[in-house]
């Protein structure tokens, strides 16, 4: 039996397994951090849950909690994990796979903690309205619509839940064949909720209608431009903000330009 005791680490022993430590803590850190920020910087097409704030606030007020995912009766809702290439822990749901079902209740929205998913937003007089929710547009892709190749199909019309709102049917003549009618989908931005149901039930391969988030999917014509018709419109022109360019054709009057034929010759 060995009887030595054993000898005291020494001061600066002590110092450099510290160190050594403090290194490899800070490597490990340094990799997490940098597999989040990949994780971050791909997730530009998330579909969040109904009432979710904007993606950069979502990101600083969700906490990675679980707690939607857990009332979804569907199992619609999925916490990104790593690989996923999506903020790590945070809600999202792949329509293709399981779209939102729009419960009445929306059982995911009031368990939140943190208001990461707005109850507010997804509320009209009081009640709860899922309806209002705005998760993604649905987007078509006409090319491979066999609708638009004239072929009769109204697979996403019918699987709409807001019937006849979100989704509507166009009917024209098939010049080729000059006896049958397209039946074309049409989608309205300020019915569709982006719930997935459409791209769900679409008939080809890969859907031709699909869901996608709305600053995404829809343009923005900016406070150069009004419907003149609609007083509602004129409300975009309260922080708008005049700006003025200048040119070389600018320096002279409107009727000096046009007289002005230099250029013509």
Not at 142 to 147: G, R, V
Request: one cysteine or more; glycine letters at 6%.
């Amino acid at each position: 039996m060995n009887d030595k005791k054993r000898e005291p680490i020494s001061d600066r022993r002590k110092f450099i397994l510290s160190m050594a430590r403090g290194a490899g803590l800070a490597a490990l850190g340094g990799l997490v951090w940098s597999a989040y920020v990949d994780e971050v910087t791909a997730s530009t097409l998330l579909l969040r849950p109904p009432g979710a704030l904007a993606e950069k606030d979502f990101l600083k007020t969700c906490i990675k909690c679980g707690l939607c995912v857990e009332a979804c009766p569907y199992d619609t809702l999925l916490l990104a994990k790593p690989g996923d290439n999506k903020p790590l822990g945070t809600p999202y749901f792949i329509p293709r796979d399981v779209p939102c079902y729009m419960c009445t209740d929306i059982p995911c929205v009031p368990v939140c903690p943190t208001g990461a998913l707005d109850e507010e937003s997804v509320t009209t007089n009081g009640v709860l309205d899922i309806n209002s929710a705005e998760m993604g547009l649905a987007v078509i892709d006409a090319e491979s619509c066999i609708a638009f190749w004239g072929i009769q199909c109204d697979a996403c019309y019918r699987a709409c839940p807001i019937l006849e709102e979100a989704i509507t049917i166009d009917y024209a003549q098939n010049l080729r064949t000059g006896k049958h009618a397209y039946m074309t989908p049409v989608v309205h931005s300020d019915a569709c909720t982006g719930c997935g149901m459409c791209e769900l039930a679409c008939v080809t391969e890969k859907a031709s209608i699909f869901v996608l988030p709305r600053e995404v999917s829809m343009g923005k014509a900016g406070s150069h431009y009004i419907k003149g018709w609609d007083k509602s419109d004129e409300k975009r022109l309260e922080d708008a903000e005049m700006k003025t360019t200048t040119t070389k054709l600018s320096e002279k009057s409107a009727m000096d330009s046009l007289n002005d034929s230099e250029d013509l010759y």
